[in-house]
């Protein structure tokens, strides 16, 4: 057997647990997919891909009142401590994050105040989705407490990368008291990926009065894709459409592949209606490249597309992107690269 055809199987875990979870609470199936999860996991010849998958669908296929969630906390702890790959270790903290309950919270606590530095944002990471899903039942008990710590790593860290997480578990938190010391990291900092991070923190902590911040910014991202993209988000997020001009007029500008798909993408996540026309008109352009013609429709397409999140995102949750084949991610061509 082939390696492509081999490794195939890495994707299974995280699918299957995605059409289980629709399944009603503590039903047969559902239990008898986990008890098999469980026991892969207990595999330590397993595949290490398959491993990480085993633990995302994990985190997905049982909840505090479920008949397995005793079991499968215990090994998803375990298995933070004693797994066989580095990454499966770190998507253990998601995965129990998406458990919840009480006892996931207390771990998660411990591992981001006594954990190692690369366990912390993974550990941050699923408190944030574990608060984001609590707001419809009346909020996380120790909110402010596990707020003011992630403001504090925020403060003291100097890694981008794991600064990065902390804010946007701040953002899935809507921890409003650490707004003003996330504005200060997007107006301070350098890097382009935390830059755009910062504004997708500040865009789900829904705080209007910083959108003026994040359109400067915006303007100071015509060349630089990476934080320009996110930056937008986060202005869609706070609901702001009056940036919509001044992006087609960027799209006009843009000279790059990368540019051209991050304001396309932006244009669409914002979603405005009266950028459809000025859109329409780079359409037909004789004075634009079929290049930036191309993604104008792209970007057409976007913001008529009735669904609230881009079409693939059904496909992207919960993904092992770690493990992800080609036919989903591989640059240009993947289920995920295409806009």
Known sequence: MSEEHRLDPRSRPTTLARWARRLPANSALGKEWTEVCLRALDN????????????????MLSHEGHETYDKVL?????????????????FTGVAIGQLG??????????VLKDGANLARPWAALGLGIHAYEMREKGGLAAAAEIGDELVN??????????????????????YQPGRDKVLSELKETNVEAYKGYTGISLGLMEAPDVMDAIREEVRKSKRRPEQLQPLCIGLGLLGDKDIVPELLDMMKEAKTTSVYAALSQALGFIGDARSIEPLVQLVNSKELTAEARAFAIVALGIVGDKEEFPWNTKVAENMNYRAAVTTLTGGSVGVLDIL
């Not at 006892?103 to 606590?109: F, G, N, P, T």
């Not at 925020?154 to 794991?162: L, P």
Request: glycine share 8%.
């Open 101 to 110: 309950g009480e006892e996931a919270v207390k771990h998660l606590r411990k």
């Open 44 to 59: 330590k010849k397993e595949n290490a891909w398959i491993r990480q998958s085993l633990v995302l669908a994990l985190g």
């Open 74 to 90: 215990k090994a998803l702890k375990a298995n933070e401590k004693d797994g066989k790959d580095e990454q499966e270790r770190f």
């Open 153 to 174: 790593l925020v403060a003291k860290d100097k890694d981008a990368a794991r600064k990065g997480a902390y804010v946007i578990a701040l953002g899935l938190m809507r």
